[in-house]
């Protein structure tokens, strides 16, 4: 792999006008794509096939398009106490109602004081329209939004205290691009200066990473035209291509600084960081790809479109990596280096400085570095225990929506804000449905289950359950599976049970499931590359281990903060809860791609100063010294873009967000930085011990060995 990487960087830098404008090209062309192809997305979740979104498909059928369109609860309280069925009140609730009725692209709104179906408090005090959509969330345009938001700003002119919640009533798309976003790329491009000591290197490496997130992005965003797409997959495509697209650069960059210094002209310098650096580029970059499309293994279509729109990003930011770099490197020579070193070439300060110090006293103390980071580490995890997840999503504090489920959990029960809806579907479901309502309302933990309601063909028959726990308690869960187990089918009528807490309940369960057997792949395909790249047992190990540990710490500090709340005004968050759902799989595959990088990238230089006859203990420090410096450089800039989507970040993307930061904090810094090279060190000659059935494996180059047996021919000086 190292001498085919030679040859395409050299062509790179060959001819790298043609290959500079072809990926300016390609970036105008994703540009105009998205701003004329791109559609909606959405914000729900749902799982073909289940229980649940099988029943919710054919209410639509059997009940006509407002059965299955998105909702909002407009919610009316009498002011003083007073009850809403006063005559006042209820003249005030019928004018409400027919003003709703008549919103842009709603179906229907119901009447809260319909003798038939009344919706009021037991103490008459509050009552609530359900206004329907014939369209999904995602289909509701930023008008008819706010013409809801409008209508209900109005009402309250009337003395009642008036309040909406609901799908319909929130945006459905992601938030991109705050302040704090381009902070964390503002930091970026100081730490890259710093490292590099150039403004024009620093201000290149940045470019070409933009390039590359760019074209995946605003592909991302051309394919909503196309397929439906969840509005966290751009912005997740976003935060995962920027960091690793400046990261692989940095490192090509760096690789070739220094074949600069050794004295290489620039085009076989930049050639030779293709084949080295960017042979570890590629390997990173295809376990991170790898691992975002294992993904699939849950068998969650959106968590399967997330994961391969964001490994699309990071094979354009490989792909960039090694053509576009070099291009680039080609054309900026030796203005990658500073004014001073220019006529310089060997370094001056090999074998000194900083990292060489801290190789030297975690090797020298290594027993007593292990157990701290691993203690440390340890420490930070203890609240993953008690980690809880919900696709239930807590609202603002102070937000309408926030006020509005306070209204029906204290007027009408915690219930009433996560209805279930039980379809009898069927010939025979007129007769029977009301034998469904019986055994229903034998269950314990229910509230009310409301008389049939029959299907416009008079094949199917709907009830509305209200339990007596909120939508995301445990004995909703239990109510839910309850339901399922000990309502039986009925001669010519099948029972379901979905709604937005039930569906909830399913994709979270599926979650649950996947990420064990997700997490054993990851740790199995960790074990297997490092195998193949160290040709090693102990170091996979130790790897595999400190993985664990990265995961663990990333986790237990983003409970502290989001579930109970621990410094949560640092991070601005605004709500705590039950994570998300789906954060914990997305943090494990993003997380792990990233660790992978950082040992790839840090023992590999530790495994060359051993091959080339370095002591087990010098070849840890010398590949330390060597490598520390970018791995802390690319940590930072990683740390900062992931950070920089913490502070304004939307509620999905915040804690992912806040994982990923500080997981690359607890991995770079701590198990790469410490604990690692402390193991190594204790491993002594046995770190690099292979097994001598396992010989045969095929080996990854990703150290440049080839090109080192082979005597590159000379190359004229551009």
Do not use: C
Request: hydrophobic content about 55%; glycine content about 10%.
């Amino acid at each position: 792999m190292a001498t085919l990487l030679h040859r395409l960087g050299l062509a790179a830098v060959r001819h790298k006008i043609m290959v500079t404008v072809t990926w300016l090209v390609a970036l105008i062309a994703v540009g105009v794509g998205a701003a004329t192809l791109s559609g909606p997305t959405v914000n729900s979740f749902s799982i073909p096939g289940q229980e649940s979104t099988i029943a919710l498909d054919l209410l639509k059928q059997r009940f006509g398009d407002a059965s299955g369109g998105a909702t909002a609860q407009v919610v009316m309280v009498a002011p003083g106490g007073g009850k809403i069925t006063d005559p006042a009140g209820a003249a005030q609730v019928t004018e409400i109602v027919g003003k709703l009725a008549k919103l842009p692209g709603a179906v229907a709104a119901t009447n809260p004081l319909d003798p038939e179906s009344p919706v009021v408090s037991r103490d008459q005090t509050a009552a609530y329209s359900t206004v329907s959509y014939g369209v999904q969330a995602s289909e509701i345009t930023a008008d008819e939004r706010e013409a809801l938001q409008s209508a209900v700003g109005q009402a309250r002119a009337g003395g009642l205290t008036v309040e909406v919640r609901g799908e319909a009533s929130k945006e459905s798309g992601a938030d991109v691009g705050g302040p704090a976003e381009g902070l964390g790329v503002v930091v970026a491009l100081l730490v890259l200066a710093l490292t590099y000591r150039s403004l024009v290197a620093a201000g290149m490496n940045l470019l070409t990473a933009i390039v590359g997130v760019g074209i995946g992005a605003l592909g991302i965003v051309t394919l909503t035209g196309f397929v439906e797409l969840q509005s966290t997959t751009s912005i997740l495509a976003v935060m995962l291509g920027l960091a690793v697209g400046i990261d692989y650069a940095l490192f090509i960059f760096t690789r070739f600084r220094q074949e600069l210094l050794r004295g290489l002209p620039v085009p076989e310098a930049a050639a030779m960081a293709v084949g080295t650096a960017g042979s570890a580029v590629v390997t990173a970059g295809l376990t991170v790809v790898i691992a975002l499309a294992g993904l699939s293994v849950a068998g969650i279509p959106f968590l399967t479109e997330m994961g391969l729109a964001a490994a699309a990003t990071v094979v354009i930011a490989v792909l960039v990596a090694i053509t576009l770099v070099p291009a680039v490197l080609g054309i900026i020579g030796l203005k990658a280096l500073p004014r001073k070193k220019r006529s310089q070439q060997e370094s001056s300060d090999e074998g000194r400085g900083f990292f060489k110090g801290w190789g030297d006293i975690v090797t020298r103390r290594r027993w007593f570095s292990l157990i701290v980071a691993v203690a440390a580490l340890g420490v930070i995890a203890i609240p993953v225990t008690k980690m809880q997840t919900s696709l239930i999503q807590q609202e603002v504090p102070g937000s309408t929506q926030a006020k509005a489920d306070a209204i029906i959990s204290e007027r009408f029960g915690p219930g009433f804000a996560g209805p279930l809806l039980v379809l009898v579907d069927g010939a025979g479901s007129a007769s029977y449905a009301a034998t469904v309502r019986e055994q229903i309302g034998a269950l314990p933990g229910v509230a009310v289950a409301t008389a049939p309601r029959p299907g416009q063909a008079g094949d199917a028959a709907l009830i509305t359950v209200i339990p007596a726990s909120g939508p995301d308690s445990q004995d909703t869960v239990d109510l839910v599976h309850a339901v399922r187990d000990k309502v039986s089918d009925g001669p010519d009528a099948k029972v379901y049970v979905t709604g937005q807490t039930a569906i909830s309940i399913d994709v979270s369960q599926k979650l649950s499931d996947a990420l064990p057997i997700y997490l054993a792949l990851v740790v199995g395909l960790a074990f297997v590359l490092l195998v193949l790249v160290f040709r090693s047992i102990l170091v996979p190990v130790a790897g595999v281990l400190g993985f664990l540990l990265t995961i663990g710490a990333a986790f237990g500090a983003t409970v502290a903060v989001f579930q109970w709340g621990w410094l949560q005004e640092v991070v601005n968050a605004k709500v705590t809860g039950p994570l998300l759902s789906l954060s914990p799989i997305i943090i494990v595959g993003i997380l792990f791609g990233l660790a992978m990088d950082y040992m790839v990238f840090l023992v590999s230089r530790m495994h060359e100063a051993h091959a080339h006859g370095a002591t087990p203990r010098d070849a840890v420090v010398t590949g330390f010294r060597q490598a520390a410096p970018v791995v802390v450089a690319a940590a930072t800039i990683m740390f900062s873009v992931f950070a920089g989507f913490v502070p304004q970040g939307n509620d999905t993307i915040k804690p992912i967000a806040f994982a990923l930061a500080i997981g690359i904090l607890f991995d770079a810094l701590v198990v790469r930085m410490i604990a690692i090279p402390a193991a190594i060190a204790l491993m002594g000659k046995a770190a690099w011990w292979l097994p001598r059935w396992l010989r045969r494996l095929p080996e990854l180059d990703v150290e440049g060995a080839a090109l080192e047996r082979e005597a590159p021919e000379p190359v004229p000086v551009a």
